[in-house]
C-alpha cells in the first residue's frame, strides 16, 4: 500500500498556473476513474476540490481543474491566488474499499 | 451546514488504547460511508479505515489491522475508532470524512504516542 508520487514543492506568481502530477499503478490511478484531489491548509479540514477525476464540488472555482492519463493524474490551478497557498493531495481508489494518497504537494504563492 | 467534529484524542503511553469520536451533522449519517484519515507529523495524509452504511463492512489499512476497530452507531450519529497497542508511529491528526468520496472532513483531532 504505497503511497501515490506527488512533487514536494510546486509554485508560481499571482495570475500564473501550476500543475501536479501524481504518478500510480495500474492497481490504483490506471485502473479506477476515482481519483480525487484535496487541498489541505495547516491546522483546518482537508477540502475536496476534485473528484472522479475531473468533476467539480460546487462552490470550488473553475481554476481548478484535473484529468488523468494512464497511471499519472493532474492538477493544474490556473490564476494562481495568495489563497492557493496550501499542500494538495491526489487520492485514487485502490480496490477493495482501500484508498491511497498521494505524498503532497506544497504550492507556494511567489 | 455539513459538520464533523471529532474527539476523544491525547497523550498515551506506548501499548496503550483510545477511542475516538466523530460526532455529525447537517446530513443523514445512516446513508453514507465513513471513514478515518490520519496525518503523522511531517507527513502526508493517509487513509485508515472505512465502514459502510449499517456497519456490515469495514476496511483497514495494512498497517492497523488488527490493531483498530471502526465502529458507527447510527442512531447517535456518530462514528468511533478503537485504537489498541498503539506505538509511537501511530502519532497523527486523526480525521473523519463522509462518503466514499471523502468528500467533507472534520477539523481532526491529535493523538500522541510517547512514554
Known amino acids: 500500500q504505497s503511497a501515490l508520487t506527488q512533487p514536494p514543492s510546486a509554485s508560481g506568481s499571482p495570475g500564473q498556473s501550476v500543475t501536479i502530477s501524481c504518478s500510480g499503478s495500474?492497481?490504483?490511478?490506471?485502473?479506477?476513474?476515482?481519483v480525487s484531489w484535496f487541498q489541505h491548509h495547516p491546522g483546518r479540514a482537508p477540502k475536496l476540490i476534485i473528484y472522479?477525476?475531473?468533476k467539480r464540488p460546487s462552490g470550488v472555482p473553475d481554476r481548478f481543474s484535473a484529468s488523468k492519463s494512464g497511471n499519472t493524474a493532474s492538477l493544474t490551478v490556473s490564476g494562481l491566488q495568495a489563497e492557493d497557498e496550501a499542500d494538495y493531495y491526489c487520492?485514487?481508489?485502490?480496490?477493495?474499499?482501500?484508498?491511497?494518497f498521494g505524498t503532497g504537494t506544497k504550492v507556494t504563492v511567489l | 451546514e455539513v459538520q464533523l467534529v471529532e474527539s476523544g484524542g491525547g497523550l498515551i503511553q506506548p501499548g496503550g488504547s483510545l477511542r475516538l469520536s466523530c460526532g455529525v451533522s447537517?446530513?443523514?449519517?445512516?446513508?453514507?460511508?465513513m471513514n478515518w484519515a490520519r496525518q503523522a507529523p511531517g507527513e502526508g495524509l493517509e487513509w485508515v479505515a472505512s465502514?459502510?452504511?449499517?456497519?456490515?463492512?469495514?476496511y483497514y489499512v495494512d498497517s492497523v489491522k488488527g490493531r483498530f476497530t471502526i465502529s458507527r452507531d447510527n442512531a447517535r450519529d456518530s462514528l468511533f475508532l478503537q485504537m489498541d497497542s498503539l506505538s509511537v508511529d501511530d502519532t497523527a491528526v486523526y480525521y473523519c470524512?463522509?462518503?466514499?468520496?471523502?468528500?467533507?472532513w472534520g477539523q481532526g483531532t491529535t493523538v500522541i504516542v510517547s512514554s
Open positions: 470524512a463522509r462518503g466514499g468520496g471523502l468528500d467533507v
Open positions: 447537517g446530513f443523514k449519517f445512516s446513508l453514507y460511508w
Open positions: 465502514i459502510k452504511q449499517d456497519g456490515s463492512e469495514t
Open positions: 495500474s492497481s490504483d490511478v490506471g485502473a479506477y476513474n476515482y
Open positions: 472522479e477525476v475531473t
Open positions: 487520492s485514487s481508489y485502490a480496490g477493495s474499499s482501500r484508498r491511497l
